[in-house]
């Protein structure tokens, strides 16, 4: 026996061993008589007919045919593939890869659609190990094609010896279907409950009648017991279910558990502490995603924390040259004939993305745009997903000067872990400041001249919309590894409002802290508010419609009069002016107006602002006429809100039939404007639906899964982002970092391959790839660190607790804490 076949017979004996003591592999199912369809899958006597790109040479040695593969660069620079391979529609293939790597390193193998750059027939990510790796898979196609098999390697962050031993594409194989490990039926909130708070948990059965359920303490001892509520079939869930309450329970305590209908709940704790942790982890994964920022260790009390996420600065360089980590020091407009990227590829310019002649910049012009936080998975930074985010952040510390039951100090100086720590400032502030300060430079200098729809125009004061690469990066790519040229997009009055509002939100609150940097924000505002005024209809796009691989996303909307809204909302609380305050009396979206009634079921996000203007008016103290008006417009919406909620049998306040992209942060959302009623009421019932919405994303749904990394017993890790977790060298998702959930349009290759025909909460797949069900963003953080920082809040604030007479005006600035 030759050493290449003894080797195959320990790699087999190694995946049977594995599979013995309950390894989960990769494998899906094995094609069993299948025909082979590659030339020369065991690469004996050489390489013919696979071919090589990339610089790797391979010699036969006694582990099998071995190379060295540069580190660096993309995925898809240093191939191993062989061409003329022939697949038909409807057919079922079973494809292997045998192979090791020293040190260990990621790899793709992958068919592609020859008709299409992206996504292609099949692919899969692998890791390849020292001790060699035994992959399969089925797959079925969509497409006839002539077409290649390919095993990517490159990206890697060093160079790495490779010994191939089998690369196989056998006929035949029983593709598995999908099942979710939903586990027990007991559905919780798997982070727990606050003692004098609701508890309420959902159980799916197919029983009639009510059943007994059980809690049980920590010493497991039955604490309480009762029957369940039948609530019939739940078409968002696809599911009968039944409902139980158990707010009686006061105890506290770690390891409670809820047994109905011969099942168990995952354990949960009832605690006044229970978001402690999760307020300080959900406001600070934004360190993580800084840009032109070098990551490095921060010590608290001694001890050195977020060792594992230290990286070099990325973008830090200037635009050009062969260097990678390109931008974004001096990074120029998308120039309108096109670019190439970093392998001299033809890509769309501004011509193709507005239209001829549709924008155009001065010769020479570039901007300092670095700084900001990466947006979500990709590298990409864009001005109106920034707004909404920096919004809520600093709402959710402006809150915390009017509200009446607030944890003194849980959002000043020292409650993050961030190097800006001991400064005398608020970290969530400091956090923030990283963020604004990039959207300020983002905007154009007065006097610049650019072309825009055909016209000549002085763009001062406008705010470019965006700034990605000019095409998509790879997966296994960090910041500072990226090759790709970088450019800046055309401005749009979406952005230009947007920085508005958030740069005027930010005067009032950066005052007391640095009053010349409240000063520069305020002026920035009034720039900004002024150039939309003189350009109120530049819009942005659908780009991903336009061009097959833009590098970022779109950002696409035409509809603006919500952020008129709240762009003269803010800047009004900001200076008290009437130029504003007329603005805000006279919008559609306002109070009384066409469109004043902005309590959409899906509720608010970047694409839709009104209700962050209608939420300040309310709670940050202002003379505008009317307001008792404003306040009870949000008490009006958050009952609209609680009664959803109330009617939900998985108790979250969001039933919009279809579920959308990022349907977690709408369920936040709808949840932060009840939250908001209790801080103008202090009635208790808001209190109760918006913490019980909160239990939705910790694990009380049809999936019985966590949404937040960390928290719960089976919560999401795998989220889409090209710079952490998606290969073994990469950092993991932070704790407190939020996938974005369930959404029944199913987008991407992965979803549609494994979710066709879900039922709206069933529209998720903790896979990587899965960017459409599955991706994070800085969006979608920043309401979950609102909500969380309430709910810690609320630890004090049960029945009973003093001050809760509420304050309809909207409270008063700095009084009324109840700390712990």
Not at 199 to 213: G, I, S
């Amino acid at each position: 026996m030759n050493t290449r076949q003894q080797r195959r017979r320990r790699l087999a004996a190694i995946v049977a061993s594995l599979a013995l003591v309950g390894v989960v592999l990769p494998a899906t199912a094995q094609a069993d008589d299948g025909t082979e369809i590659l030339t020369n899958p065991t690469f004996d006597g050489g390489m013919a007919p696979w071919w090589v790109a990339g610089g790797v040479e391979f010699t036969e040695t006694e582990a099998g045919l071995c190379g060295v593969v540069p580190g660096g660069g993309q995925q898809w620079d240093v191939i191993v593939g062989q061409s003329d391979v022939s697949v038909a529609a409807g057919e079922t293939y079973t494809i292997g890869v045998t192979a090791s790597a020293a040190p260990e390193a990621s790899a793709r193998v992958l068919v592609p659609d020859p008709e299409a750059e992206w996504p292609p027939l099949y692919y899969a990510d692998i890791a390849l190990s020292a001790d060699g790796q035994a992959f399969t898979e089925v797959f079925e196609l969509a497409a006839d094609a002539e077409t290649e098999v390919q095993l990517q390697l490159g990206g890697n962050a060093a160079d790495f010896e490779l010994c191939l031993d089998e690369v196989s594409l056998l006929t035949g194989g029983e593709v598995e279907e999908y099942e979710p490990d939903t586990g027990p039926r007991v559905r919780v909130n798997q982070v727990g409950y606050l003692p004098d708070g609701p508890k309420r948990a959902t159980l799916v059965t197919d029983a009639t009648e009510p059943v007994a359920w059980e809690v049980e303490g920590p010493d497991g001892a039955v604490v309480a017991s009762g029957e369940s509520v039948p609530e019939g079939f739940d078409e968002s869930a696809g599911l009968d279910v039944h409902t139980i309450d158990f707010s009686d329970v006061t105890s506290t305590g770690t390891g409670f558990t809820l047994a109905a209908d011969g099942e168990t709940s995952y354990p949960f704790d009832i605690s006044a502490d229970l978001y402690d942790q999760l307020r300080a982890d959900s406001l600070g994964i934004y360190y993580t995603q800084r840009s032109g920022y070098e990551i490095v260790p921060v010590d608290v009390d001694g001890e050195q924390l977020k060792t594992e996420y230290v990286r070099p600065a990325g973008h830090v360089s200037e635009f050009g040259g062969d260097d990678v980590n390109q931008g974004d020091v001096s990074v120029p407009c998308l120039p309108p004939s096109g670019a190439v990227d970093h392998q001299g590829n033809p890509q769309l310019g501004a011509d193709g993305h507005y239209g001829e002649d549709g924008w155009a910049c001065p010769d020479g012009y570039a901007i300092d745009a670095t700084g900001g936080w990466y947006d979500a998975g990709d590298h990409g930074k864009y001005v109106v997903n920034s707004g909404i985010s920096v919004y809520q952040l600093l709402s959710a510390y402006e809150r915390t000067l009017h509200a009446d039951t607030v944890t003194d100090g849980a959002l000043g100086d020292s409650t993050l872990v961030i190097p800006e720590r001991d400064n005398g400032v608020p970290d969530i502030l400091d956090e923030t400041r990283w963020n604004l300060d990039w959207m300020l430079s983002m905007q154009v200098a007065d006097g610049v001249e650019m072309t825009i729809d055909g016209q000549r125009v002085d763009a001062g004061g406008l705010v470019h919309h965006k700034l990605h690469d000019i095409a998509w990066t790879g997966m296994n790519t960090l910041p500072s590894e990226d090759p790709m040229p970088r450019y800046v997009h055309r401005p749009s009055t979406a952005a230009t409002l947007n920085t508005a509002a958030a740069a005027a939100q930010g005067a009032r609150l950066y005052a007391e802290h640095d009053a010349a940097y409240a000063d520069e924000l305020l002026a920035a505002a009034r720039r900004a508010w002024d150039a939309a005024v003189a350009h109120p209809e530049i819009y942005a796009p659908d780009t991903n419609s336009i061009d097959p691989n833009p590098g970022g996303g779109p950002y696409n909307d035409t509809s603006l009069g919500d952020e008129w809204y709240w762009a003269a909302a803010q800047l009004f609380l900001a200076t008290g002016e009437g130029e504003f305050s007329d603005a805000v009396l006279a919008s559609e979206y306002h109070v009384g107006g066409a469109e004043g009634d902005i309590w959409r079921p899906s509720g608010f996000d970047w694409g839709f602002t009104a209700a962050a203007a209608r939420l300040d008016l309310a709670t940050v103290p202002n003379d505008l006429p009317g307001r008792a008006d404003v306040v009870a417009s949000v008490i009006e919406g958050a009952d609209e809100y609680a009664a959803v909620q109330q009617d939900e049998p998985f108790g979250h306040a969001y039933h919009p039939g279809d579920y959308s992209w990022g349907s977690n942060h709408q369920v936040i959302n709808n949840a932060v404007v009840i939250a908001t009623a209790y801080d103008l009421t202090g009635e208790d019932r808001y209190r109760a639906a918006a913490l019980e919405s909160f239990d939705y994303v910790l694990g009380r749904n049809a999936l019985n899964n966590s949404y937040v990394k960390g928290y719960g017993t089976k919560y999401s890790e795998n989220m889409h982002n090209r710079w952490m977790a998606s290969a073994d060298r990469l950092p993991p998702h932070p704790d407190g970092m939020m996938a974005g959930g369930a959404n029944s349009a199913i987008q991407d290759p992965v979803a549609q391959e494994n979710l066709q025909g879900c039922a709206p909460q069933f529209c998720y797949i903790d896979l990587v790839d899965s960017w459409s069900t599955n991706e994070m963003t800085i969006n979608w953080n920043a309401p979950l660190g609102w909500l969380a920082s309430w709910a810690d809040d609320m630890s004090a604030a049960g029945s009973g607790c003093p001050g809760h007479s509420g304050h309809p005006g909207g409270g008063r600035p700095g009084g009324g804490h109840h700390g712990r």
